[in-house]
């Protein structure tokens, strides 16, 4: 870890953003920033650019030189999803961070911005508002990849939704990709007692005990996840219908194995949940 902020820092330090990076039109706007679209001036190579009052920038602890440093931890755990990455622009994977710049107001992140790419709920919106199963399959298949790998290099994601999920639609067959880790943090297999997040994501366990635990509740999201994707509509919208209400009938025909690995990321018991392991050996999506 301290070699990838060692050489990410350089920069940081001495360079100037508006001499470095050319800013255009904006992409989005969320509790946590803005984004905009922008372009590396050297070579005009397309960047995101994410902007986030320092107020709502949380701090971490990083090694850096040696020394125990205050750290953004969305810049460490991109830095960290990055990590031994054979090829960070595999499906699943999370956008680079190219850059970033730590100003008195504001963090700045620079972040890689594939071509011809929209987010997972404009390309629902291109299909219809939802998708068919097959694609909805392909979709999870890949996202369940990338959180996988992210739990390996120790993050969190903890807001998995179709507007944190990039769709690359340049080739035969679209290539998620994952960004936004403004809701994330460490990943360990301890008990969570803090939760940062889309509230018709929470898991049930968060409501009646003010707990979680990392697989579980990201299995959950993945189950909300993929009900969204075949039906354009959440499964719950309330905190007592995510505690008590069962998973909605799918009215459009689906194929029991789907079913199953539906019912079975969405139980309402942590415990009963499929393992985040096992879900790329059930068989609906071997």
């Excluded at 990849?145 to 179709?162: A, M, N, T």
């Amino acid at each position: 870890m301290d070699g990838l902020i060692d050489s990410i820092t350089v920069r940081v330090v001495s360079a100037d953003f508006d001499a470095l990076y050319e800013e255009l039109q904006q992409l989005g706007q969320g509790g946590f920033g803005s984004v905009f679209a922008g372009c590396r001036k050297e070579d005009r190579l397309p960047v995101a650019i994410k902007h986030i009052p320092m107020a709502k920038v949380t701090m971490t602890q990083e090694t850096v030189e040696g020394r125990l440093t205050d750290f953004p931890l969305e810049v460490s755990l991109m830095l960290r999803a990055a990590e031994d990455r054979p090829d960070p622009g595999a499906p699943g994977t999370v956008v680079l961070l190219l850059d970033w710049f730590q100003l008195d107001q504001e963090l700045i992140l620079v972040q890689e911005r594939p071509s011809a790419c929209v987010d997972l709920l404009s390309y629902m919106d291109s299909k219809g508002g939802r998708l068919q199963e097959q694609d909805a399959k392909m979709i999870l298949h890949q996202v369940v990849e990338g959180i996988q790998g992210l739990h390996s290099r120790g993050v969190l994601h903890r807001d998995i939704k179709p507007e944190n999920l990039l769709v690359e639609t340049g080739s035969g067959t679209p290539r998620v990709r994952v960004i936004d880790l403004g809701c994330g943090c460490r990943h360990n297999s301890g008990v969570y007692s803090e939760f940062s997040g889309t509230a018709s994501y929470i898991p049930p366990e968060w409501f009646t005990l003010q707990s979680y635990r990392a697989d579980p509740m990201t299995v959950w999201q993945l189950g909300v996840l993929l009900y969204e994707l075949l039906t354009g509509d959440v499964p719950f919208q309330t905190s007592g219908q995510i505690i008590w209400k069962m998973v909605p009938c799918i009215k459009s025909n689906i194929s029991p194995n789907c079913k199953d690995f539906l019912k079975r990321c969405l139980n309402k018991r942590a415990g009963g949940r499929l393992a985040l392991g096992a879900l790329l050996h059930h068989p609906w999506l071997l």
